[in-house]
């Protein structure tokens, strides 16, 4: 693995699971193999999980982590080829990364779409040329569209809580929410569960949040989210903008928000939810209090994906 | 002690303050303690001394210290059991609490009050739901009605400084400020110096700003500032605002701010302020800058309360 | 070296670079120099390439580093003798120095001219306070008018790309900005080249940019741009508001900004910018992406003159 930015990076899912697994029951039994190495923490977005599960897995790897805030501590990076800045950007992405480059073995980066223009964040920039300028590993903390240690975090507790031989149903569903949301971490499930092909896929969301093809071939798509739910092992909550209306809400239709009555039809599933989460907006009190849901468990396993990414660079 | 959020969680203050002066002559003779243990410096307000001093002391103590600024770094958590989540709050508190319970060994946090509604801020619900669903010790770094690691370190450099056998004459005095504060330090030393039991202690100051009772029980109470001030052995200057009108600022009487004249009927009083002081405001610079001034020594103590509560809570 | 304010604090100016050159080749050689020591950072304006190669410095000498926004998570620091402190400051430098300087072993800060008071600003009232107040070893992390760090660096910079036996000759150039900008980096600069005194140095820039007499005697001063240029060995590109009509704006001629076709009377200049540079601004993409850049070298470098001078201060 050279850099994590999708899931097209992973060679061979399963074993990155087990690698993650292994971690979480021997913390530090890898901690010799970061001795005096350095990994650098960029967010040019605001994040929790995502922070202080990567500063603790390079703890356990024996990194240094360093924090930096580029909103807050630092300025506002240019990322356009060939632009006269004299505007509100202060340092070309260009020159900013060769030198972040320098200061670190693996660079991490969390940023965020504009939700204005699909192309913009669709094209990820920002990524693209830290990989082309800094010339060191990066590893995305969450992206324009996608959003990797999530998707591997969520396969990684699917694995856990599912021991059957048969594959097991895994249903996506849209919730509602009260502002406009990105695609990302919709995206990604996407793409890494019908990457790692071991489950039966249901995409369900209302007329106008269709997710892009490029995530999403492979699932069954469907706006009836009763018949999505039908006989499902695992529902993954979450809210999305539009992609085609692109970063538009269309509707809060509160019957979309998952309930205990909307689990009836399913196989007792376990509910997966990234965090944060609006309770009784896009999920019920009664589920995420309840025995069916996974959230805890999800949030605890960044730390455990985190590790199991960065060991596999630090091996490289 | 299975939390630090007062002195109700300390079994025997006099060992604790010895265990942080142990710490003083010898920082680093636990620093095998904490090892591989990680501990969480969770801010929803800003902070200097105890921010640093906790950091300080979690790494004499071997341990890696994450500090995390939920206000400008995170975002706003929901407190309220049911809410449904369509405002500002972006996350509960059930939901983030195990999450960062899985992250680390000691949790510490600091909030403050709204000042807006006595009740809200005195049930100190985020402390107790921390408490509730985070599953590991809870440190307060400051909360809405107490500051018991200032408390702590007051305690340990009045012991430092009296070295009489009779019992000091203590008196916490109220000073004039510019805007409304917390009444916590103030509540939290009248609590510590009654359960302390070790000194003959009173509280002065004008009409309007008697604390809660629950607080300053043991204590004498006098309006009259100069007849509280006679022999006194240690002066601590405070300014809060009114507990009874809540959050109101009665007055801003200059002559309660402490100057030497305040000083002389005093047995030589020392004089004490948990920082930061507004000068010529709260007190004067002769004092600050004076031979009875312990703010300094105060600040340094900082350190070695929390390295005895850390320690006391690692130890568990 | 007792603190590291400007060049004035440095006996040997080759001594200290031949150190840094050493680090460069060997980071970790000094590891233990460092052992249970702690350096606090302490920002008033923000910063990435200075914050981040501090803390690497620091950490390739064994040191544990704590860094603090005293902007974002502090507060506003009075610094003026006997204010009464009933406005926007909320702690006295003389209250907040010496807990600072009981918690760190070296203390280093980073702080901005206002740019409207002359007078102020070249008083450099907070770090001569701090060293007053700290009583612990001060490093400038840029100051008001000075930014030693940079210039080390950029001596550093300048004897890797210059190994002939005559003297290199020098030029600062003056360069366009949108906003105004402070004097230290040119300041230092020139204070450092003329304090070496291995090079033929000559300033250029439009009238009304002179800068303080106290920096740049010994340098040949011109307004005429391409004589300056001609035969220069590294040119170093800068903007800088006016000292005299003190932090003014008096033109953005881009004329001035730095193009090949300037570079064409030079001898094959390696041109040189402390970073952030506003691209097509001060300086053009064809300079900054071509051979003849420096300028990420110099980022990358700012490392080995941190920890050259963080072990100077350590070793005394």
Request: glycine share 4%; with cysteine; net charge negative.
């Amino acid at each position: 693995m050279k850099n994590f930015i999708s899931v097209n990076d992973v060679a061979d899912i399963n074993a990155l699971v087990q690698k993650a697994i292994a971690y979480k029951a021997h913390p530090l039994k890898d901690i010799a193999l970061g001795t005096h190495k350095r990994i650098g923490l960029l967010f040019l977005n605001p994040s929790l999980r995502t922070r202080l599960s990567t500063q603790i897995a390079a703890a356990n790897l024996g990194m240094e982590a360093i924090v930096f805030n580029m909103d807050k501590e630092g300025w506002k990076l240019e990322l356009e080829d060939g632009a006269i800045m004299d505007g509100t950007t202060v340092e070309h992405i260009k020159d900013a990364a060769p030198i972040l480059g320098s200061y670190f073995d693996i660079l991490c980066v969390r940023t965020f779409p504009s939700l204005l223009n699909r192309d913009d964040d669709y094209n990820e920039v920002l990524l693209s040329r830290l990989i082309e300028y800094a010339g060191l590993p990066i590893v995305s903390l969450e992206s324009a569209t996608l959003h990797p240690l999530q998707s591997l975090t969520d396969i990684i507790t699917i694995t856990e809580n599912f021991k059957e031989v048969r594959k097991p149903k895994i249903v996506l569903t849209w919730a509602p929410h009260i502002k406009p949301i990105p695609q990302c971490v919709s995206n990604s499930f996407a793409q890494w569960i019908n990457a790692w092909g071991e489950a039966d896929f249901t995409i369900t969301h209302p007329e106008g949040y269709e997710l892009g093809e490029q995530y999403t071939t492979g699932a069954t798509i469907t706006h009836n989210q009763q018949q999505a739910l039908a006989d499902a092992d695992f529902v993954y909550v979450k809210n999305w903008s539009s992609y085609q209306d692109y970063g538009k809400v269309l509707t809060e239709n509160p019957e979309w928000m998952l309930t205990n009555k909307h689990l009836s039809a399913t196989n007792h599933a376990k509910v997966m939810h990234c965090l944060p989460v609006r309770r009784n907006v896009e999920l019920s009190d009664e589920i995420l209090d309840g025995p069916q849901s996974l959230v805890s468990q999800q949030g605890a396993n960044r730390v455990w994906a985190a590790q199991a990414v960065i060991s596999e660079l630090l091996k490289n």
